[in-house]
């Protein structure tokens, strides 16, 4: 599982940015997985700030682009978690779901490093 975070120049709109053009370039589920029928994606968040984000689920269907990079929820954070070699693996090993737990590592507003601990299930559905 693959985690970074964005320089500071760039910061937060250069990570957007970078994930749409990303995002725009890659090729759709059907093709890059042709024996899928969907992917989900369930995450879960916790960290010792009173602001917890909202657990989120992601399902990709045939035509979605085959993109498994996720910005830090917090709108201040410059990191992100990539699901892409979990995603790879679990296909390739044509295994129907797998579980783990992430750390952003990313920076936030002044410097502070993020300490969002994202908990995640990625459920494949097979045709």
Excluded at 14 to 41: F, I, K, S, V
Excluded at 78 to 103: C, H, K, P, W, Y
Excluded at 116 to 122: A, F, N, W
Aim: glycine share 8%; aromatic share 12%; hydrophobic share 35%.
């Amino acid at each position: 599982m693959k985690f970074a975070g964005v320089m500071r120049a760039g910061g937060r709109s250069a990570l957007l940015e970078r994930q749409r053009r990303d995002r725009a370039g890659t090729q759709p589920l059907r093709a890059r997985y042709p024996q899928l029928a969907t992917l989900q994606l369930e995450f879960n968040f916790s960290d010792r700030t009173d602001f917890i984000p909202s657990p989120q689920v992601t399902v990709f269907h045939p035509p979605a682009h085959a993109y498994f990079c996720f910005s830090c929820p917090y709108s201040d954070c410059d990191g992100e978690f990539d699901f892409t070699s979990q995603v790879d693996m679990m296909v390739n090993a044509r295994e129907s779901g797998a579980e783990g737990q992430l750390r952003c590592g990313g920076t936030r507003h002044g410097g502070v490093q993020c300490s969002l601990c994202l908990e995640y299930s990625v459920s494949a559905h097979w045709l």
